[in-house]
């Protein structure tokens, strides 16, 4: 089976410091995975992308980090804001398949003033 | 910008019922999706659609469900005989052409279905 698992249901930073959000997946069989936000009452929203062949992508304040190894992926958001809290969820693309997106169950950021 | 839309925000019906829930995905989008979200839970992929034919669908996918794009705007999931485990958050989804983009999903804003 598949597997995107994020551990952490929730995570509280300060504004203006570093927010890590983690993603583990349990087999090697993705070629590419997504970060999404989601606000309540609306849809997910695409954040930020990375293909299996690479380990780092950046964009503006986040980036993410891409550890095939350990089969773990990393969103950094630096400086984080007040704006950014919401529910980010990992997503990934399995092999073979044309665009299905298995994801995570989320974790929420909550960012402090 | 451009975004996904759906309607109705909330659908409720009765146990049974037939329901349709409409989508309009981003226009110069070719590949168009049916999520859905049970209330504490992942969201799950549905299908895609793509060249007016189902490209992949998950086992959750079964007989009761059907999609379809009626015209060149809108994209449809069609619920049969709607159960009570099908309360849930659905979401429609879409992205353009080509490999990586393709993995790039637009989400809209979801439709709240409640079977009752």
């Known amino acids: 089976d598949q597997q995107v698992k994020q551990n952490s249901p929730s995570l509280s930073v300060q504004e203006g410091r570093i927010s890590i959000l983690n993603c583990d997946y349990t087999?090697?069989?993705?070629?590419?995975f997504l970060w999404y936000k989601k606000y309540p009452a609306e849809g997910p929203t695409f954040l930020i992308s990375?293909?299996?062949?690479?380990d780092k992508n950046e964009d503006g304040r986040f980036t993410v980090f891409l550890n095939k190894s350990a089969k773990h992926l990393s969103l950094h958001i630096v400086p984080s804001q007040p704006g950014d809290s919401a529910v980010y969820f990992c997503a990934a693309v399995p092999t073979g398949t044309a665009s299905k997106l298995t994801f995570g169950t989320g974790t929420r950021l909550q960012v402090t003033l | 910008e451009p975004e996904v839309t759906q309607t109705p925000s909330h659908q409720v019906t009765q146990m049974g019922q037939e329901v349709i829930l409409r989508c309009v995905p981003i226009?110069?989008?070719?590949?168009f999706y049916w999520y859905r979200q049970i209330l504490g839970q992942k969201v799950e992929f549905l299908v895609s659609?793509?060249?007016?034919?189902?490209?992949?669908k998950s086992e959750i996918f079964d007989d009761q469900f059907s999609v379809e794009r009626p015209d060149g705007s809108n994209f449809t999931l069609k619920i049969r005989s709607t159960k009570l485990e099908d309360s849930a958050m659905y979401f429609c989804?879409?992205?353009?052409?080509?490999?990586?983009?393709?993995?790039?999903?637009?989400f809209g804003p979801g439709t709240r279905l409640t079977v009752t």
């Open positions: 226009s110069n989008h070719l590949y």
């Open positions: 659609f793509y060249n007016n034919e189902i490209s992949e």
């Open positions: 087999n090697s069989m993705f070629d590419y």
């Open positions: 989804a879409s992205s353009e052409a080509g490999l990586a983009s393709a993995y790039e999903q637009y």
């Open positions: 990375i293909s299996s062949i690479k």
